[in-house]
């Protein structure tokens, strides 16, 4: 088990430890920077959880088999994510190269935004599951006509794009900012819910993202869990998840990636081997134009933040380039800059160190009224810009 894990070692050695003697906690919190791997380790963990054969990669048993795509019912997935950001590089990446490995990361990427509507979630005579089930039903079926095993039938490019093209209309249907207190309710029913001895499963992606009424009503289920059913939270923003949760969850820290361990996943996964890109996420950026405009003003932003000698007339782009991001660019662009700041914590110095810090301290409080209080994101910038004096 975890062969398809790249990096991570430590906690991948130990999390097969714990699973091959029945010794994993039935809460975790697997937690790490972004494109660290943690859904993908969380989509192991749950199959090796719920294999009936070896435990391999390779295993045919049919758990592994519905695990592999996405489609086991005893193992749910919610929260919000970038869903797009991986469909379509899987989707360019199938139609350029049509094997096994792609037609699965293809199949996968879309499966991750389709469990995110599982009947478990939504009532059938709910308005929001009734506008998106043509979307749904059109998606499924799509899927399930693309044998990744069987390489015998050519997948014509019209289908890719359908696909793709209704999983992003899909998408705009789940822009949620908040995990709502009604799916950790339905969830707590489906766990205690069982008419199998079979293990359960339930992933909950960016978990600090629970609004205040989910988390008391998870902490109640930590508190008295069902048997034989696995919560695993991931989260790049742990401290955004009360203490009283995160008491009751053993970590497993996942690191940044060292730069050949990036290079392994890009070659091994993605068959990327030019040596263009310094990590996955310069990889990923290079699909989407506007991302990489906003990683380069993110970038532009923390040289004139670090700066000793602070020009007006940069501020002053800054400013007017600021003004222009809107929508989900705006947390695009704050990721970026996290990302920029991290990079810039390695071999700094003390000075740099406690200016890096309270620009996270910024980072954190900007993020959380954007998403969970949906300020102007103007007037968020403007903090970012400017300290109590007037000064960037």
């Not at 049509?98 to 979630?121: A, G």
């Not at 929001?128 to 095993?149: H, M, T, W």
Request: charged letters at 25%.
């Amino acid at each position: 088990m975890f062969e398809n894990i790249i990096g991570h070692r430590q906690t991948v050695e130990l999390l097969k430890e714990q699973v091959s003697h029945n010794q994993l906690p039935g809460s975790i919190l697997i937690e790490g920077p972004r494109y660290a791997g943690k859904l993908t380790l969380a989509l192991e963990l749950a199959r090796a959880l719920t294999c009936t054969g070896d435990r391999s990669w390779n295993c045919r048993c049919p758990s592994c088999r519905s695990q592999k795509l996405l489609v086991h019912p005893d193992t749910l997935i919610l929260g919000y994510d970038n869903f797009m950001e991986e469909i379509s590089v899987a989707h360019q990446l199938l139609s350029n190269n049509d094997q096994i490995y792609t037609r699965y990361l293809f199949i996968r990427s879309v499966r991750k935004l389709l469990r995110r509507f599982d009947p478990v979630f939504y009532d059938e005579k709910e308005t929001k599951f009734k506008k998106v089930q043509p979307l749904l039903s059109f998606l499924e079926e799509a899927l399930g006509s693309i044998n990744p095993d069987d390489l015998s039938a050519s997948l014509k490019p019209k289908l890719l794009d359908s696909i793709a093209d209704n999983a992003a209309d899909l998408a705009k249907e789940l822009n949620l900012s908040t995990i709502p207190v009604n799916q950790i309710r339905k969830v707590t029913f489906w766990a205690h819910t069982s008419t199998t001895e079979n293990r359960k499963v339930v992933i909950i992606e960016n978990a600090e993202k629970m609004n205040d009424s989910a988390r008391n009503s998870m902490l109640k289920i930590l508190e008295e869990p069902p048997a034989n059913c696995f919560f695993i939270f991931l989260s790049s923003r742990t401290g955004e998840i009360i203490p009283t949760i995160r008491s009751r969850l053993r970590s497993y820290p996942l690191k940044e990636r060292t730069a050949e361990e990036d290079g392994k996943v890009l070659s091994l996964i993605f068959r990327e081997n030019s040596g263009l890109f310094s990590s996955i996420s310069s990889y990923f950026d290079s699909f989407d134009p506007d991302v990489e405009k906003l990683s380069e003003l993110a970038g532009q932003f923390l040289s004139y933040y670090l700066a000793d000698s602070k020009s007006d007339e940069l501020k002053n782009q800054l400013i007017l380039a600021l003004r222009d991001i809107k929508g989900e660019s705006v947390k695009v662009f704050l990721e970026k800059l996290l990302e920029h700041a991290r990079a810039a914590l390695t071999g700094a110095v003390f000075g740099t160190t406690h200016k890096l810090e309270m620009l996270s301290r910024r980072l954190d409080q900007i993020w959380f009224d954007f998403e969970s209080l949906n300020m102007n994101p103007q007037l968020l910038f403007e903090y970012l810009l400017y300290d109590k004096g007037g000064n960037i």
